[in-house]
T-cell receptor
Framework: DAKTTQPPSMDCAEGRAANLPCNHSTISGNEYVYWYRQIHSQGPQYIIHGLKNNETNEMASLIITEDRKSSTLILPHATLRDTAVYYC????????????FGKGITLSVRP | DTAVSQTPKYLVTQMGNDKSIKCEQN?????MYWYKQDSKKFLKIMFS???????INETVPNRFSPKSPDKAHLNLHINSLELGDSAVYFCASSQGSLDGRGYTFGSGTRLTIV
């Protein structure tokens, strides 16, 4: 599975959009981009995933560049409860593919 | 109703002891996992079971032995505990192993070796 690169941390003001970048320049054609988050001391939580097209759900939007080498997770109106570590994961569909977590990006939402 | 439950939540024990962590899921999933999160916060997969069959076994010391009595349970037994085993252990489950969206994680077991 391809590796991802994320900045170690970022912050944003409550109520503003949080844009979390991720680079995955070695992604291959059948690999999906997943985003999970881990709020302090809790288990990771699925947010969203996509292959080529932009995706949106009740939690967030995922914007994938046309060459698929990078993506951005957007939390449209960040709240204090969105403070967490966010993991960008690239995963294939093979039987032995794993959900492999990197270092993630720590998002701090300030009041 | 907790979807993936782990027991105990906290476990403090001495080096050299043998201990078990239990995991149960009530989601009807057929695949279960153990992840380890160390002090540096890296989350690493250890094992994966599908319908009670081991399908992923990362480079984990053989002191760690997972057991899946049925597809709703995946327990982790650790022999001869070492200081480096101190970590938070997360259990997870999914329907099939091919869809990363469907991973549901438990709240973790914090294991401290003294």
């Amino acid at each position: 599975d391809a590796k991802t690169t994320q900045p170690p941390s970022m912050d944003c003001a409550e109520g503003r959009a949080a844009n979390l970048p991720c680079n995955h320049s070695t992604i291959s054609g059948n690999e999906y981009v997943y985003w999970y988050r881990q709020i302090h001391s809790q288990g990771p939580q699925y947010i969203i995933h996509g292959l080529k097209n932009n995706e949106t759900n009740e939690m967030a939007s995922l914007i994938i560049t046309e060459d698929r080498k990078s993506s951005t997770l957007i939390l449209p109106h960040a709240t204090l409860r969105d403070t967490a570590v966010y993991y960008c994961i690239v995963r294939g569909t093979g039987a032995n593919s794993k959900l492999t977590f990197g270092k993630g990006i720590t998002l701090s939402v300030r009041p | 109703d907790t979807a993936v439950s782990q027991t105990p939540k906290y476990l403090v024990t001495q080096m050299g002891n043998d201990k078990s962590i239990k995991c149960e899921q009530n989601l009807g999933h057929d695949t279960m996992y153990w992840y380890k999160q160390d002090s540096k916060k890296f989350l690493k997969i250890m094992f994966s079971y599908n319908n009670k069959e081991l399908i992923i076994n990362e480079t984990v010391p053989n002191r760690f032995s997972p057991k899946s009595p049925d597809k709703a349970h995946l327990n982790l037994h650790i022999n001869s505990l070492e200081l480096g085993d101190s970590a938070v252990y997360f259990c997870a489950s999914s329907q099939g192993s091919l869809d990363g969206r469907g991973y549901t994680f438990g709240s973790g077991t914090r294991l401290t070796i003294v």
